[in-house]
């Protein structure tokens, strides 16, 4: 693996430069300080002054800088990442959790871990799945009721409004078991997850059309569509790619699955998407890898997938017209597969939705420019990007420039006519995103490395002297897959910060066993040309994360608190059967027992609960505080129940006291001086026979 190049020019006299450079930063974070305390809030910045070194100064800098082997480059990617205490950072990027089937908020450019959202797994922590979240969780098991207790998720999407992040919600996809995860941003908490009907796994998902009318789910493994089964041997007859266009409801904050619907595609493994924009706004881009439709056997001497998936020189980019796909929907030309809407291959051929286009071996990323006209593929096995142009695409579709059909009949585009660019870049080029002086940033596998290029075409007056070019390429550790710029993929693009998601660290930290974090590094791209250098590796050690997004912070309007006492945050509203302040109590009805309880610094109302066994109980609690980051938990030992009660936050579980015996329940959140004693007894009387907690027959 290539070592990182950096200049190590002398601290003494490159600090000079460095405290010059830290003077001028410091009046720019003292507007923000100000800034923030302008908008009331709650903030310990201290007052910055603009920075005057004494020489005394100097000379303790120097020595500690020389102490902790700090050159100037370190020194400056220190001053630039570095976050005093109480002072926020101004980007927030949404990190797929990979394996942890979890979302990351990270805050840029600290490289901060701000929190997790749990999605797919159950996370104590955040009480989701341990006595709320479950119906969630559930929502998303097998159509036959199969319990999917993890995701690999891979692809975050945020809402936009006009090809522009807003803020509102953050979709993300499981590509293991085709699952979609809606987000609310106001409280970050996951509101819904639908299990795609088609298909056990997916992988081109999540990617909003530019007002979210729908979020994009591409598939990937062919399978027959609808969990049916049909051997190997019959895979070009029986089985199916798909994507999949859920129709989201902003007011609802949901997704509305009546009005969804599927493309049938043909099973090429399908792999991202991503909708266009500006020029290409309508259409729909998806790139595959197995043309070949290899279906491996390396047990019976066949050639593995790896081999049989790559043995052409092309595959298959995915045009789709969405606009025509909803009015085919509309019109009633769609199957039913499990109560779901599906085009069918044929419609979407005569109708004119589906149009392929040749790309260069085995690609992987498409990404659409800022104004929508490019469309970026990365070969992983072509050391080039091939740039489609939005409207040549259309002109090819108008004037039907076919070069042929594939074997299911699919129109397929003329390279040239659709070709807009070839910029070679290196080995094993991935991903591409974009920032707000004319470059692409292109993440090359193989070489460890990210690629900065110059984009032409409509973009030729940032730099007229060498369009579709390689600019320079920065050296990351190790095996970059995704990288993300700040606001990197929507119609304009901040630039300044890239993220290369490394997926090795090899020998970046302390070693962790055999199992090591995947590095986050953190990149400089603020200047112009062949400065890009790296400025902070960040593990992460929870999961290995794919794709990513940056958004503007102030863009996120999130709660401190809940809007209001009682607040349920599943329906976004007050509860009406949220318990209220001198309202608590315990109601018996036959076997149904149903307890109100408040909770509020240091102490849970009731603390005595005393049921029979068998008794069904329906436990509700409203906590009362209105102060930000009161919250309190509550668990209750032994019966697997933990809820995170943010303030005003109402919840209810429901379980059957089947276990007798005394069950302590407290409060798992440090709330308070008096925390320890924030607790209660419940006590579940046995009744006749049957077992105790331990298992004993009575
Ligand atoms: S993947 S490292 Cu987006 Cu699932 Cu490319
Ligand atoms: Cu409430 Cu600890």
């Not at 999917?148 to 919600?169: R, V």
């Not at 909003?208 to 994009?216: F, G, K, L, Q, S």
């Not at 609960?609 to 069904?616: A, Q, R, S, T, Y």
């Amino acid at each position: 693996m290539p070592p990182t190049i950096r200049s190590r020019r002398p601290v003494r006299s490159a600090l000079v430069l460095f405290f010059a450079a830290a003077a001028a930063g410091a009046v720019v974070a003292s507007a923000h300080a100000q800034g923030a305390q302008r908008e009331g809030r709650r903030s310990r910045t201290r007052e910055v002054k603009p920075t005057e070194l004494t020489p005394a100064q100097v000379t303790e800098l120097t020595r500690i800088a020389n102490e902790r082997k700090l050159n100037f480059d370190d020194l400056m990617a220190a001053s630039k990442t570095f976050m005093p205490s109480g002072r926020h950072d101004e980007y927030v990027c949404f990190a797929s959790g990979g394996q942890s089937g979890q979302v990351f908020a990270i805050g840029v450019p600290s490289m901060r871990l701000l929190r997790s959202i749990a999605v797919f797994t159950p996370e104590s922590w955040q009480g989701y799945g341990f006595g709320v979240g479950n119906d969630v969780l559930a929502a998303g098991n097998m159509p036959s009721g199969r319990t999917i207790g993890w995701g690999d998720t891979h692809h975050p999407g945020l809402s936009e409004t006009n090809g522009e992040y807003d803020g509102q919600f953050l979709f993300i996809g499981d590509k293991a078991n085709a699952r979609v995860g809606v987000i609310d941003l106001r409280d970050w908490e996951t509101k819904q997850i639908v299990k795609n009907p088609l298909s056990v796994s997916d992988h081109g998902g999540c990617f909003v059309t530019p007002n979210t009318e729908y979020v994009v789910e591409g598939g990937q493994y062919a399978t027959p569509l609808g969990f049916g089964y049909a051997p190997l041997a019959e895979y070009k007859k029986s089985y199916r790619g798909f994507v999949t266009f859920w129709k989201f409801d902003r007011e609802k904050g949901r997704i509305d699955v009546a009005k969804s619907f599927a493309l049938e595609l043909p099973p090429y493994f399908q792999d991202l998407f991503d909708a266009g924009k500006g020029a290409s706004e309508g259409l729909v881009f998806g790139n595959s890898f197995n043309a070949e439709m290899a279906v491996g056997g390396i047990q019976s001497g066949k050639p593995p997938f790896e081999a049989g998936c790559s043995q052409r020189d092309t595959d298959y980019l995915h045009v789709i017209d969405w606009k025509i796909a909803e009015r085919v929907v509309a019109s009633g030309k769609t199957e039913d597969l499990g109560g779901f809407k599906v085009i069918p291959l044929e419609t979407s051929i005569a109708e004119g939705i589906l149009h392929l286009a040749p790309e260069p071996k085995s690609p992987h990323g498409v990404d659409v420019s800022p104004n929508g006209q490019y469309i970026v593929v990365a070969g992983k096995l072509d050391p080039h990007v091939t740039v489609f142009g939005a409207d040549r695409i259309r002109k090819a579709i108008a004037d039907k420039k076919f070069s042929g059909k594939d074997d299911f009949g699919v129109p397929i585009l003329d390279f040239d006519a659709v070709k807009e660019a070839q910029v070679e870049l290196g080995l094993g080029p991935l991903h591409t995103q974009f920032d707000d002086q004319g470059y692409a940033y292109t993440s090359l596998f193989l070489d460890s490395a990210v690629a900065r290029w110059t984009l032409g075409g409509e973009y030729e007056s940032k730099h007229p002297e060498q369009p579709w070019k390689l600019v320079t390429k920065t050296p990351v550790q190790y095996n970059i897959g995704h990288l993300v710029t700040a606001e990197g993929d929507s119609s304009s693009p901040d630039g300044r910060y890239l993220i290369s998601m490394s997926k090795w660290s090899i020998d970046r930290f302390v070693p962790t066993g055999p199992l090591l974090p995947q590095n986050f590094q953190l990149v400089d791209i603020s200047q112009q040309g062949t400065a890009m250098p790296v400025i902070f590796d960040m593990p992460i050690g929870v999961g290995e994360p794919h794709y990513a997004q940056i958004i503007k912070a102030d863009k996120l309007k999130s709660w401190q608190v809940y809007p209001e006492l009682g607040w349920n945050p599943h329906t976004q509203s007050v509860d009406p059967n949220a318990p209220k302040a001198g309202k608590e109590g315990i109601v018996r009805d036959g076997r149904n027992v149903t307890i109100n309880m408040t909770a509020v610094r240091s102490h849970y109302t009731p603390e005595h609960v005393e049921v029979n066994e068998g008794d069904h109980i329906t436990w509700r609690i409203t906590a009362l505080e209105q102060t930000p980051d009161a919250t309190h938990g509550f668990t209750i030992g032994g019966y697997n129940i933990n809820l995170s009660l943010e303030p005003g936050e109402f919840a209810e579980i429901k379980f059957t006291a089947d276990m007798p015996g005394v069950f302590p329940f407290y409060c798992t959140e440090f709330c308070s001086a008096l925390h320890l004693e924030m607790l209660g007894y419940f006590l579940v009387k046995p009744s006749g026979a049957g077992k105790d907690a331990v298992g004993m027959a009575r």
